[in-house]
């Protein structure tokens, strides 16, 4: 049993892709950006032997191996990460052109992608924000301290460990704290640390960098967000995924939502079949104590009446004897038979 349900409005719909769009610019552009210069550090400081992270690669007479080292580890990455394999034979490269915009390298086109979308994702992230707030519906995925002791057992639940889960209303709890995190946390760290990072930014809010710990700080910050913000999308699109595709596609696209209602309760098969046999059927009175007609009326105490004394009796001229043998008769039923009734109308009459 299901009724469809207006769930998400337009202007719900229209962000969610604009922002969608956003975001796959934003990553790939930004992976462009960083091949330019494939280290991390820490800081104000860019010396290569003080970066936490670095891609890159080593040509060892002529074998061109990619590399990735974090933290002093290195990881052998060839293939993916570090080099790739171009018509002219292997090239140092961070991150492969089927990852980046524009897919063949060139840092000023890669900067003018991400800047422009990034101006997109926010104002329109922002009309998003505002609008829900606005109607109430932004309360309704923010986690609250009644949400936040629900996650043990929402968890549990995921991990199969519970039958049932403890969700309550549209969003569960796990899907609140992320959401939670995303719009209070996530967002706003990794625009101010991409403005943080912009020198025209930097001459009117000079405080950002400080905010940071350094321009190269906040690069490292707005570097590890992105991945958690790609972490957040994949779980996403995962859950909408597994939790029914079509009727998810439906409501982003079209806003309308296939919501399955609970069955009624019903009665046990076996109760429903006594019911219908007792209607059939009704209960069999024993034989012992049923009670027919004539005998109710012989069972009933008949009015007491005064025996005829012989002298009454011959008074009427009807001797003793007769008088007698009719009281000792037993009474007749109440149905007479026609020679009967002739009889008594010829004694009336004589």
């Known amino acids: 049993m299901a009724d469809l349900v207006y769930r998400q409005n337009r202007i719900t719909r229209t962000t969610h892709w604009i ?116 109607n109430g519906h932004m309360r309704k995925f923010l986690l609250g301290p009644k949400d936040a002791a629900l996650l043990p057992a929402m968890a549990l639940y995921y991990l199969r460990l519970r039958k049932e889960s403890p969700q309550q209303g549209e969003y569960n709890p796990l899907q609140k704290m992320a959401y939670t995190g995303v719009f209070l946390i996530l967002t706003p760290l990794i625009i101010l640390s991409g403005m943080a990072m912009s020198p025209q930014l930097n001459m009117a809010f000079n405080w950002l960098p ?60 076996w109760l429903e079949t006594f019911t219908e046999e007792m209607i059939k059927k009704p209960a069999k009175i024993p034989v012992s104590r049923q009670l027919s007609a004539p005998t109710a009326l012989e069972a009933s105490p008949a009015p007491e009446e005064h025996p005829a004394t012989p002298q009454a009796a011959q008074d009427n001229g009807t001797p003793s004897s007769e008088s007698a043998n009719e009281q000792s008769a037993p009474e007749p039923s109440g149905e007479t038979s026609p020679t009967e009734s002739k009889e008594a109308k010829k004694d009336v009459g004589e």
């Open 19 to 134: 922002n969608a769009i956003a975001l796959i610019v934003l990553f790939m552009s930004g992976l462009q950006i960083f091949n330019a210069f494939p280290r991390l550090h820490w800081g104000n400081t860019t010396e290569p032997e003080e970066a936490f992270l670095s891609i890159a690669a080593t040509n060892d007479e002529g074998d061109v191996r990619g590399h990735t080292e974090l933290f002093g580890y290195r990881i052998d990455t060839t293939g993916f990460l570090g080099v790739q394999n171009t018509d002219l034979g292997p090239a140092p490269r961070a991150f492969p052109s089927w990852l980046t915009i524009p897919g063949f390298f060139w840092l000023a086109g890669g900067r003018r992608w991400h800047f422009f979308f990034a101006w997109i994702f926010t104002l329109n992230g922002l009309l998003y924000i505002i609008y829900n707030v606005a």
């Open 210 to 269: 400080s905010m940071f710990g350094g321009r190269q700080s906040a690069r490292s910050v707005h570097f590890i967000l992105t991945f958690l913000f790609v972490g957040f999308t994949f779980g996403h699109v995962l859950m909408a995924l597994t939790t029914g595709a079509l009727n998810n596609m439906r409501s982003i696209l079209t806003g309308w939502y296939k919501e399955t209602r609970p069955k009624p309760e019903e009665e046990p098969v």
